[in-house]
C-alpha cells in the first residue's frame, strides 16, 4: 500500500537550514504528485511545494519562495524539502501527501489539502529566535 515516511525535522536557529525527507513506497512515484504541508499550532495546513513527478513542475507558496527547495532522487524514491534561511514563522508539524489527481497538477490547486489522499506521519521542524 501508499507509505510515506518523513523525517529530518528537528530544532534550528532563525536563519538556519533543514532538510526534511520523504520516503515513498507502494506506488509508482512517476505517476504522482508529492507535496510537503505544514500545520502549526492553531492554524489551518498550508501548501508549502509541490513536485508533479509526471513532468517534473514544481510549486511553492509565496512565503517559502527562494528559501525551501523541494527535489527527488529517482533511484531511492525519496522527495526533499531544501529549507534555507528559516524563520519562526516556518514552525509547523510538516508533511509528505500524495496524489495522483489532476486536481494536483495544477498551480491553483496544488495546494488543497483535500486534494491529498495519502498522508505521512509527520516531523515537527521548530525554528527558534
Known amino acids: 500500500q501508499v507509505q510515506l515516511v518523513e523525517s529530518g525535522g528537528g530544532l534550528v536557529q532563525s536563519g538556519g537550514s533543514l532538510r526534511l525527507s520523504c520516503a515513498a513506497s507502494?506506488?509508482?512515484?512517476?505517476?504522482?504528485?508529492i507535496a510537503w504541508f505544514r500545520q502549526a499550532p492553531g492554524k489551518e495546513r498550508e501548501g508549502v511545494s509541490a513536485?508533479?513527478?509526471?513532468?517534473?513542475?514544481?510549486y511553492y507558496a509565496d512565503s517559502v519562495k527562494g528559501r525551501f527547495t523541494i527535489s527527488r532522487d529517482n533511484a531511492q524514491s525519496m522527495v526533499y524539502l531544501q529549507m534555507n534561511s528559516l524563520k519562526p514563522d516556518d514552525t509547523a508539524v510538516y508533511y509528505c501527501?500524495?496524489?495522483?489527481?489532476?486536481?494536483?497538477?495544477?498551480?491553483?490547486?496544488?495546494?488543497?489539502?483535500?486534494?491529498?489522499?495519502?498522508w505521512g506521519q509527520g516531523t515537527q521542524v521548530t525554528v527558534s529566535l
Open positions: 501527501a500524495t496524489d495522483n489527481s489532476y486536481r494536483t497538477r495544477h498551480a491553483t490547486s496544488w495546494s488543497v489539502s483535500g486534494f491529498y489522499h495519502y
Open positions: 507502494g506506488f509508482t512515484v512517476d505517476d504522482y504528485v
Open positions: 513536485l508533479n513527478n509526471v513532468d517534473g513542475t514544481t
